[in-house]
């Protein structure tokens, strides 16, 4: 039995057949749409490599059924940049070494951009850091992508604040 669903994925619209109503949205990015940016780590929602946008709001993509987000709009680690331009979660993680292996860092930009947008990062690291404990680096890169959550926010906040005016 086919399903078909329709989600728009990083701007742009796909109408999808799904042969098994239990594959995972991490599934369909990766091994359909060849979106290989957000990764697979622990495959039950306890990493957070797997970090996406749905609807402005961060998701474990390994959790998440697709056939239950029909409709939705997705937006992963590859509909961050315009273009050459980084978005500016991107830019902050390149300056504060917000990375080592690099495996986590879609994820962890990813719920960066989602913690922002949800107008919870703030300015104290020490919330920034409670709030982005779903994501988890091996590597030990904290310092860095603390870091850069912050001043990301700042770099959002004066922006929103220019353009409004």
Known sequence: MSLSISLAINGRKHE???EDSRVTLLDLLRERLDLTGTKKGCDR???GACTVLVDGRRIN???????SLDGAEVTTIEGLAEGEVLHPVQAAFIEHDGFQCGYCT?????SAVGLIAEGHAGED???????MSGNICRCGA???ITEAVQ???QVISQ??????A
């Open 159 to 164: 922006r929103s604040r220019r353009d409004a």
């Open 106 to 110: 879609p994820g962890q930009i990813m």
């Open 142 to 144: 904290y310092k860095g």
């Open 45 to 47: 929602g306890q990493c």
């Open 151 to 153: 001043e990301a926010q």
């Open 125 to 131: 690291p020490e919330r920034i850091r409670e709030l």
């Open 16 to 18: 999808l057949h799904l």
């Open 61 to 67: 993509s390994c959790l998440a059924l697709a056939v």
